[in-house]
């Protein structure tokens, strides 16, 4: 086992249960994407005369695009269908996400880490497969992950707890042995509905998150082993400034 300041991240415990399994959203925690995810959307509603504000689509995020679109089409009666919109908003999201993704700071390093130190890991994310693999193949990172669950493979996507439901089954692991790290709204919930520790990290771009009804709270995957074993529980996070399971103001 390699020594790592991310090494004691496997034997930490919640309510006396050992984590055995660390589950990723991916926009936002692995991946700086949503300013990507954001363009991407205004450029395929731009030929139908939409634009949406950044405050629109930031409301989405962690839910999949198609909530954001059916609303779209619904709101102003727009000629076309969910797929086919789908599909032009799939064309610009993988032609930005090639050029110009990059990782969130640390994530990459806390992913190795974790790995190296025997935790299972999981993707559980609203968006497509394919956009998945694309980044986990631009970032070298698939070797690290037991599990991959995309919107695609579940019925409903976050807020409900589908997604990381099925990724502690194809885990092995039982939900409560189970942490889920996320940026958004949404993905706190969907963690805290499967019955899951979960860690909101005010990412870089999506600081407006409100992530209240997380564990903990912090704003650098740096200090996540720091953060989570001199925050337990129920004690200030020195970074943030909140309590764990409270927003700070930013959130």
Not at 146 to 163: F, H, M, Q, R, Y
Request: aromatic share 6%.
């Amino acid at each position: 086992m390699p020594t790592s300041r991310w090494v004691f991240f496997s034997s930490i415990q919640h309510g006396g249960i050992l984590f055995k399994a660390c589950i990723f959203d991916m926009d936002g925690v692995i991946a700086d994407s949503e300013p990507i995810h954001c363009l991407s959307e205004q450029q395929a509603l731009e030929p139908f005369g939409i634009t949406p504000t950044l405050e629109e689509l930031q409301a989405n995020t962690g839910t999949g695009a198609d909530v954001l679109l059916k609303r779209f089409i619904e709101r102003y009666r727009l000629k076309i269908t969910l797929e086919d919109l789908r599909n032009r908003l799939r064309l610009r999201l993988e032609e930005n996400f090639r050029n110009s993704v990059r990782p969130i700071p640390h994530a990459l390093e806390l992913i190795r880490s974790l790995h190296g130190a025997g935790m299972r890991l999981a993707i559980g994310s609203s968006s497509d497969r394919r956009l998945i693999d694309l980044v986990m193949a631009h970032f070298e990172i698939i070797p690290f992950f037991d599990a991959i669950v995309s919107g695609e493979d579940v019925l409903n996507t976050k807020p409900a707890p589908d997604i990381f439901l099925e990724a502690a089954r194809r885990l092995g692991c039982r939900p409560a042995e189970c942490i889920v790290i996320e940026d958004s709204k949404n993905g706190v919930l969907a963690a805290k509905q499967a019955g899951m520790a979960c860690i909101g990290f005010v990412s870089p771009n999506s600081r407006s998150q409100d992530l209240g009804r997380a564990d903990w709270v912090i704003d650098d995957l740096a200090r996540l082993d720091h953060q989570i074993l001199s925050g337990m529980p129920g004690t200030a996070f020195p970074q943030t400034g909140s309590p764990a399971g409270k927003p700070d103001a930013q959130g």
